[in-house]
């Protein structure tokens, strides 16, 4: 999705942004399909932003589509290694898919690179999980 390759014009970053308020606006309104819509749009104008990427999972991860989250919050961290909302957001799919080192893995991530409640109160949720498992795993050795 968006030709990473693109020249982006000070004119498509305006337009861009101005998706993006749109599609925050959508998003605030619980209008999920909108706002994955709107950000669409908005990537394809300015495909180097991570941001919008990120921020196309957060609303994919409402819809109940993790593997969708996944996909993009990783394209986010290619063009933005530091993105925490895009480990943020890909620790949560994760963890829906019950891939619990990987949700704890990222959310540990985010929360190094910018301290966010709501990601340690996930983190908190998922490491139990990964304690069980890993032990669970040591027993079958």
Known sequence: MGDSDKEVSEEDIDISNA????????YSDGDYEKAIQIYT???LLNPASALLYAKRG?????????????????RALQINPDSA???KFRGRA????????EAAK???????????EQA??????????????SFSFLVFL
Do not use: M
């Open 106 to 116: 990222d959310l540990r991530e985010s929360c190094k690179l910018d301290f966010d």
């Open 85 to 87: 909302a895009a480990y």
């Open 19 to 26: 998706k993006k308020r749109e599609a925050i606006s959508a």
């Open 58 to 74: 957060q609303a994919y991860l409402q819809l109940n589509k993790p593997n969708a989250c996944i996909r993009d919050c990783s």
């Open 120 to 133: 340690d109160e996930w983190l908190r949720e998922v490491t139990p999980n990964v304690d069980d498992h």
């Open 41 to 43: 749009e908005a990537i």
């Open 94 to 101: 994760h963890r829906l898919l019950g891939h619990w080192e």
